[in-house]
């Protein structure tokens, strides 16, 4: 076992720049030795500073919507109608609407109302195309509820509200302070001695519109 040159004497003698002397023992085989230096070599250039190099690209994208009016309402499944036991007192029940509305500024505004699909069946009992359905509207809390007592048609829509332009549900001004906005219906059915005993249905349809 000898001490060869070490790396840095090398590369001095090939006329580059001398590096700290580092040594290593090794058996007297010429290919060996080649073979170390080459070793030595790699290591001491994988301890040079690696260059590092980044980039980066940006882009902007627009993202627009349309707001449109809308309108949403709810009702109970089923509306019992109770009379009242004294004689041929008529037929009556309650029902809330519950309601949410936005509509446009300088547009119309919007509506609920409301219409009956068909009359009141089987056959042999109240009939809604003679009259015999009736409601009333208590107050709204966003727009105005109808006025007076409204006869429920088969043929055409009554009123129930009427929203103003630029109206919105919840959150407070310039939108209403309760989200969902109600309004109650008071539903009259005349109790008519002529109707034959039984139970008796019939579909009402309610509209909200909205511009």
Not at 38 to 48: E, S
Not at 49 to 72: F, H, N, R
Not at 135 to 153: D, M, N
Request: hydrophobic letters at 35%; one cysteine or more.
């Amino acid at each position: 076992m000898f001490r060869f040159p070490n790396k840095a004497s090398l590369i001095a003698s090939e006329g580059r720049l001398a590096q700290p002397e580092q040594s290593v023992m090794f058996r007297r085989t010429p290919r060996r030795g080649k073979h170390v230096a080459a070793v030595l070599r790699l290591v001491t250039l994988a301890a040079l500073p690696l260059m590092c190099s980044s980039d980066q690209a940006t882009t902007s994208q627009t993202i627009s919507v349309t707001i449109a009016p809308a309108g949403k309402l709810s009702v109970p499944s089923a509306l019992p109608l109770i009379g009242s036991g004294a004689g041929f007192s008529p037929y009556s029940g309650s029902l809330s609407i519950s309601y949410r509305v936005r509509t446009t500024p300088g547009m119309s505004g919007g509506t609920i109302t409301l219409q009956a699909s068909s009359d009141f069946a089987p056959a042999g009992g109240p009939q809604i195309s003679s009259g015999a359905l009736k409601y009333a509207c208590g107050g709204a809390s966003l727009g105005s509820a109808c006025s007076g007592t409204q006869t429920v048609s088969t043929a055409a829509q009554t009123p129930v509200v009427s929203i103003p332009p630029a109206a919105c549900t919840g959150g407070g001004a310039p939108c209403s302070a309760s989200d969902p906005n109600v309004v109650q219906l008071q539903f009259v059915l005349d109790n008519d001695p002529q109707y034959s005993t039984g139970t008796y249905s019939a579909q009402v349809v309610f509209v909200i519109s909205t511009t």
